[in-house]
C-alpha cells in the first residue's frame, strides 16, 4: 500500500515537473473562501477553525505546492444561515472561489444549495449532523459524523462501563433530533435503556430545573447533545445542581473552554480519532508545528480544517500538474479519481457521499486534556 | 420532590428576574423611557465583576468596579442620548431605537473585549449540597432570595419615606407636578437611572457564577424584564416585582408539564393573556391608553 | 460582481417590501409592531409549504402565503384594538416570541431549526426563476406593486381615516369612523403584503429556517423604517438600502482585522440608529421634527 503511494506521489512530482517543463501552467494566485462564525454567540469556535486552516496555508505556500501563494477569504457566516448565504455569494460571485470552507450544520445546509448551482466545493469541517451527508455531490464532508459518535460510544459504554440507564439532554434541532434517534437504537442492541429525554431550545440558558428532572430520573450517566455555550452551560450547571453521575457527549465538546472548566472532569466524549503520536509524516509536522505555533494541543477541529485546506492543496496541486484550470467541478473530479488522502491523522478515504471515514476514539477529560479510552473502528 | 425543587429554582430564578425587571420599571416608570438597553447595563455589571474577579482584585472591588460601571453607563446613556432626544419630542418609539442600538454597540464591544464565547464567575457558592433527600440548593440560591429581600426592603423604605423616593413617584404620576413643585425633572430622572442601574448588579454578578455569562444575553435579561414590568403594572415597583417571582415560577414549574422548550412560550404567553385581559398588569393603576 | 450586486438589490427589494408594509400600520396607523418577522416567516413558510407539496407556480404559492399571513394577522389585530403605545409594543413582542416557538416546533411543516432545504425556484407561467439577473426583476416588480397598493391605500379615504386613528382614536371614533374595523384591515393588509416577501425570499434563498424570523429580523425592519423615515413613503427603502448595504460596504474595508469584522459591522449599526435617532428622529426622509414619529 505504502509503496504505491511512494509511486503515485513520484508520478504526480514527475508529471508536475513536465507540466512545468512544458510552460502549460501558468503561476496563479489561489484563494478560497471560508464561511466560519467569526462574531456572535459561535464566534468561539470561528479562532478554532482559522488556526487549523492557517497553519494548512502555511504549509502549502511553504512547500510551494501550488503554482501560486495560497490565501483565504474568510467571511463571517456568524453561525447563521442567512449571514452565511450573503457571505456564499460574496465568495461565489465577487472573489470566484472554487472552494469554500464551511462550519455549522445550519450554515452548511443554507449554502449548499449555492455550492450545487455553482459549481463550488463545500467543505464541512465541523458540523456533525447527520443530514449534512446528503447535500449534493459538491458538499464534502471531512468530519466523521454524529450517528457514528454514538455508535462507537454506546456499546462500549454499556459493556465496560456498566453504565445502563441514559438520560439524554439534546438541543431541539436536527442535530439534537438524530442523536436521540441513534442513542435509542444503539442503547436498545446494546443493552441499554434510555430512561428519559430533555430537550431544550437554541437560547435556553437556564438548566437547574433541567437538572432536577435528570436527578428525579435517577440514572447511570447523562448523555449532552447540544454546542457551543450551551453544551458547556449544561455541564456546568447540572453538576452545580447536584447531578454527580457519568456525563457522556461528543466532539463538539471538545473544545479549549470547554476542557478548561473544572466541570468537565470526568466527562467522557467522542471524537474522530487522530492519533497525534503517529509517525506519520503530515501528522507529525502539523502536531509540531500547531504547538510551535498557537502554545497549545491541536483538536478534531484544528485538524479537520487544516485536512480541509490540504485536500485542496492535493486536489489543486493534481489539476495543476495535468494542466487543468483549478474549479469546483475539476475539484470533485479529481476527489471521485483519487479515492484516498494522505492527511492528519493517516490515510483516509472518502464515502461515497462525500463523508470521510475516520475511526472514532472513546475519550474520558481528565486534568483539563483528554485520554483516549479505546478506539473504535468501522 | 420535583416540585419543591422546581419551586426553589423557580425562586432564585425569579429574584433575579425580579431585581433587573424592578431596575427596568422604576426607570420607565418614573421618566416613561423604553431603556432596552437595560439588558447592556446588566452584561457591564456582569462583565466588570468578572475582569475584577479574575484579576483577583476580590469581591469587594468587584461588586464596586460593577457598580460603577453600571450607574455610569446608565447616567450616560441618560445625558447623551435619552435627554438630547427627548428635548425634540421623540417618542417612546425614537428612545427605543436608540436604546436598542446602545445595546447592540456594548453586546459587541464586550465580545471583543472579554471574547464572545461564554465564560463563568467562579465560586464554590453555586455548588448546591442535598438539604434533604433529593432536595439540593445551593448558597447562592439564598444568596439570590436575601439579597433580592435586601435590595427590595431598601427601595421600599426609599421610596415611602425619602424626599426623593416620593418625588420618583410623583414623577410617575405627574411630571407637571413635579415641575410645579420646583424639583428638577431632569434630577429625578437621573436618580432613577442611577437607582435602576444599582439594582442590575447583584442580579448581574449572581447570574455570572450560577448560569454564565456571554455578551449576547442582555436580551433576555431585557425581555424578560419588560414582560415583568407589564405584568406586574406599569409604574408599580411591587408588581413588577411579584410578576418578576411569577415569572420565574412559572418558568421553572412549566418543566412539570411541558418539554423545556416552551418554557420561553409560557413567559410571553402569559405576558400576552394580561396585555388581551388585564393590560394594568397585577397592580397597575390605570388603564393603558 | 454584478451577481453580487444582484443579490444585494434583491435583499434590498425583500426588506423594502417588509419596511414599507411596516410603515404601512406604524407610519399611518400608529401601530408599533416588534413581530413583523412573524408575517414574514408565515409567509416565507406557507408560500414554501404551497410549493413544495402542491406547485412551484407563483400564482399558487403567493395567494397562499398571503392569506395565511392574513388570517394570522388577526391575532395582532386583537391586542392592537386594545392597547397602544408601549403596550402593544409588549403585546407584539409576546406574539414574536410565541411564533418562534411555534417555527421551531412544528417541524412537519418549519423544519424547526433545521429548516426546509431545496426549495424549489419560482414557477411564473412556466419558467423556473432562479438565476439572480431573473430573481432581481420578479423582485422589483413585487416591490412596485406593493407599494403602488400602499400608495393607492394612503391616498384614499381609507388612508385618511387611518391617519385621524393614529393623530386620536377617540376623535376619530366620534367623527363616526369604525375604528377596529378600520385598524384590523390595515394590519391584515400590512400582513397579507409582507408575506409576499416572505415567499420570495424562501425561494431565492432555497433554504428557510426560524433564525430568519426572530426578534432580531424584526428590529431591523423597524430600524429601516425609522432611520428611513416614519410616515414617508421612500423612507423604509432608503432604510432598508442603507442597512443591508452598510455590512457589505465595511467587509470591504481591508484594514479592519478579519475575525473583527462582525463585531465591527454590529457596533456601527447600533451606533448609527443610535446617532440617527439623537440628531434626526424623523430619519433620513423626514423631515427633522417629524409630528407622526414624535406621536405619543
Known sequence: ?378 | MLALQLTITGLQTGALYALTAVGFSLIFGSTRIFHFAHGATFIIAAYLFYFMDISGYGLFLGIVAATAGAIAFGLLLNRFVYVPIQRDEGSFFTVFVASFGIGIVVENVVGMIFGRGFVTIQTPLSFSTEVMDGLFIAPLSWISILCAAAFFGILWCFLKFSHMGMSLRALADNPELVRVFGLNPRFISACAFTIGSILVVPAAIISGATSGLNPAMGHHVMLISLAATIVGGIGSVTGTLLAGLVLGLAESLALLYVDSQWTEAVTFAILFLFIMLRPSGLLGRSAAH | ?296
Open chain 3, 1 to 296: 460582481m454584478e451577481a453580487y450586486l444582484l443579490n444585494l438589490v434583491i435583499l434590498i427589494s425583500i426588506y423594502s417590501i417588509l419596511a414599507s408594509t411596516l410603515n404601512f400600520i406604524m407610519g399611518y396607523a400608529g401601530i408599533y409592531s416588534l413581530a413583523h418577522a412573524v408575517f414574514f416567516g408565515v409567509g416565507a413558510y406557507a408560500g414554501t409549504y404551497a410549493a413544495m407539496h402542491v406547485n412551484a407556480s407563483i400564482f399558487i404559492s403567493l395567494p397562499v402565503a398571503m392569506v395565511a399571513g392574513a388570517v394570522l394577522s388577526l391575532i395582532l389585530a386583537l391586542p392592537a384594538l386594545r392597547v397602544r403605545g408601549e403596550y402593544f409594543v409588549a403585546a407584539s413582542l409576546g406574539l414574536q416570541v410565541l411564533a418562534v416557538t411555534i417555527f421551531s416546533e412544528w417541524k412537519s411543516v418549519t423544519g424547526g431549526i433545521g429548516g426546509l432545504v431545496g426549495i424549489p425556484p419560482v414557477n411564473v407561467a412556466g419558467l423556473d426563476i432562479f438565476k439572480p439577473g431573473q430573481f432581481v426583476f420578479l423582485t422589483l416588480a413585487a416591490l412596485v406593486i406593493v407599494l403602488i397598493i400602499i400608495n393607492r391605500l394612503v391616498h384614499s379615504s381609507f388612508g385618511r381615516s387611518l391617519r385621524a386613528i393614529r393623530d386620536s382614536e377617540s376623535a376619530a371614533a366620534a367623527f363616526g369612523k369604525n375604528v377596529p374595523l378600520i385598524k384590523t384591515i390595515s394590519v391584515v393588509i400590512s400582513a397579507a403584503l409582507a408575506a409576499v416577501a416572505g415567499v420570495m425570499y424562501a425561494s431565492y434563498l432555497s433554504f428557510i429556517n426560524v433564525e430568519s424570523f426572530k426578534l432580531d429580523t424584526s428590529v431591523l425592519i423597524m430600524a429601516m423604517v425609522i432611520i428611513g423615515g416614519t410616515g414617508t413613503q421612500a423612507g423604509p427603502i432608503v432604510g432598508a438600502a442603507l442597512l443591508l448595504l452598510l455590512p457589505s460596504l465595511i467587509s470591504y474595508l481591508d484594514f479592519l482585522p478579519q475575525t473583527e469584522i462582525g463585531a465591527i459591522q454590529q457596533i456601527i449599526y447600533g451606533l448609527g440608529m443610535a446617532l440617527l435617532m439623537i440628531y434626526r428622529p424623523g430619519g433620513i426622509i423626514g423631515r427633522k421634527k417629524h409630528s407622526s414619529a414624535g406621536k405619543e
Open chain 1, 1 to 378: 500500500m505504502k509503496k504505491i503511494r511512494n509511486l503515485l506521489a513520484t508520478l504526480s512530482v514527475a508529471a508536475c515537473a513536465f507540466a512545468f517543463g512544458s510552460g502549460s501552467a501558468a503561476a496563479q494566485d489561489h484563494t478560497i473562501g471560508a464561511l466560519f462564525p467569526l462574531s456572535g454567540p459561535n464566534a468561539v469556535y470561528g479562532d478554532v477553525f482559522m488556526s487549523g486552516s492557517d497553519l494548512a496555508v502555511e504549509h502549502i505556500n511553504a512547500d510551494k505546492m501550488l503554482s501560486g501563494p495560497l490565501s483565504i477569504a474568510y467571511e463571517d457566516s456568524q453561525g447563521k444561515p442567512q449571514p452565511a448565504v450573503v457571505g456564499m455569494t460574496k465568495l461565489v460571485n465577487v472573489t470566484h472561489v472554487p472552494y469554500v470552507l464551511s462550519a455549522f450544520t445550519g450554515v452548511s445546509k443554507a449554502i449548499s444549495t449555492l455550492a450545487m448551482r455553482n459549481e463550488v466545493v463545500a467543505v464541512n469541517g465541523g458540523g456533525v449532523g447527520p443530514d449534512l451527508a446528503s447535500l449534493g455531490k459538491y458538499f464534502w464532508n471531512v468530519i466523521p459524523l454524529v450517528n457514528l459518535e454514538v455508535r462507537a460510544a454506546m456499546p462500549y459504554l454499556v459493556k465496560e462501563k456498566g453504565i445502563k440507564r441514559v438520560v439524554l439532554i439534546y438541543i431541539d434541532d436536527p442535530f439534537g433530533n438524530s442523536i436521540l434517534d441513534e442513542l435509542k437504537s444503539t442503547l436498545d442492541k446494546a443493552g441499554g435503556e434510555l430512561v428519559d429525554t430533555l430537550s431544550v431550545p437554541v437560547t435556553a440558558q437556564q438548566f437547574s430545573g433541567i437538572a432536577a428532572k435528570v436527578r428525579a430520573a435517577k440514572p447511570d450517566a447523562v448523555y449532552i447533545a447540544s454546542y457551543g455555550a450551551q453544551q458547556i452551560q449544561i455541564v456546568k450547571q447540572l453538576r452545580d445542581n447536584g447531578v454527580s453521575q457519568q456525563f457522556i457527549t461528543y466532539s463538539g465538546y471538545l473544545v479549549p473552554d470547554a476542557l478548561a472548566l473544572p466541570e468537565s472532569e470526568g466527562l467522557i466524549a467522542t471524537g474522530q480519532g487522530v492519533n497525534y503520536k503517529s509517525d506519520d509524516p503530515v501528522t507529525k509536522r502539523f502536531v509540531t508545528d500547531y504547538e510551535a505555533k498557537y502554545k497549545r494541543a491541536p483538536t478534531a477541529y484544528n485538524v479537520n480544517y487544516y485536512n480541509a485546506v490540504l485536500i485542496y492543496g492535493i486536489l489543486a496541486h493534481a489539476l495543476e500538474a495535468e494542466g487543468k484550470e483549478v474549479t469546483g467541478a475539476n475539484l470533485l473530479a479529481k476527489r471521485e479519481e483519487m479515492k484516498s488522502f494522505n492527511l492528519v491523522g493517516g490515510t483516509v478515504s472518502f464515502q461515497s457521499n462525500g463523508t470521510l471515514l475516520f475511526p472514532i476514539q472513546v475519550k474520558v477529560v481528565k486534568n483539563g486534556k483528554t485520554e483516549v479510552l479505546t478506539t473504535v473502528s468501522f
